[in-house]
């Protein structure tokens, strides 16, 4: 039985996911601050994280970067949980190692949906430890990518996206295969998302960015 923590200050908010995700046989526990939930991930790690964006001691984007960076943590699924919609606060909270997106008001058959996709890809992920192409050499265990031997340091979701793609290597993948794979099923944010991190993948590659091509209405590739 998957275990999930709720992240989430509004106490309607968080009794509302609790039931919903208790119905559907996981085991929850919430909190409304960042203190609380740190103090409890540090006894316990759980399968899922919901998480709010606006709590009362610390932005939700900081609690991301800081799983991010724990060894213990930096692989378990989180959820933005937010009434933010702009394209440019999502893209923030991907950016940032978030795996998926939701905002308030949301159905509940919705939630249950995306935290079930999140934990079958998280539970089915299989981790190859060495992936290369070209002059990339891309280290799973310390989760860094070289380029010619030196370090590129990419965010959490272009790190994804290149590991999926060098996976893939001599496959097209489609748009729509890199948004489920890499931001979760039905991510419903502009298609500007994939294209500008795409852009700074390439430029953060240097030379070696021009092993990722663009194959016209369809996706991208890395021959």
């Not at 606006?54 to 933005?80: A, F, N």
């Not at 008001?105 to 919705?110: H, L, N, Q, T």
């Not at 192409?133 to 799973?140: E, R």
């Not at 031997?149 to 793609?165: A, R, S």
């Amino acid at each position: 039985m998957a275990l999930i923590y709720i992240v989430e200050d509004d106490q309607n908010i968080r009794e509302i996911e609790s039931f919903a995700l208790k119905n559907s046989g996981y085991q929850v526990s919430g909190y409304e601050c960042a203190k609380d939930f740190f103090h409890q991930i540090a006894e316990k790690v759980p399968d899922l994280i919901l998480l709010d964006v606006m709590l009362p001691d610390e932005d939700g984007l900081e609690i991301v970067r800081k799983l991010r960076s724990i060894p213990d943590t930096k692989k378990v699924p989180v959820m933005m949980v937010t009434a933010k919609t702009t394209e440019i606060d999502k893209v923030k909270g991907l950016d940032m190692g978030a795996d998926d997106y939701i905002t308030k008001p949301f159905g509940v058959m919705e939630l249950i949906s995306r935290v079930k996709a999140l934990l079958r890809r998280s539970m089915n992920m299989e981790e190859e430890k060495f992936l290369s192409t070209g002059d990339v050499f891309l280290d799973g265990e310390k989760h860094m990518v070289y380029v010619k031997d030196e370090p590129c340091d990419l965010t959490f979701k272009e790190y994804e996206l290149l590991k999926l793609l060098i996976q893939n290597q001599g496959i097209v993948m489609s748009r729509d295969v890199i948004m489920e794979r890499i931001w979760g099923i039905n991510f419903e944010g502009e298609s500007r998302t994939l294209d500008v991190h795409i852009k700074t993948l390439r430029q953060k590659l240097k030379s070696a960015g021009s092993l990722i091509k663009t194959v016209r209405n369809v996706g991208y590739m890395i021959e």
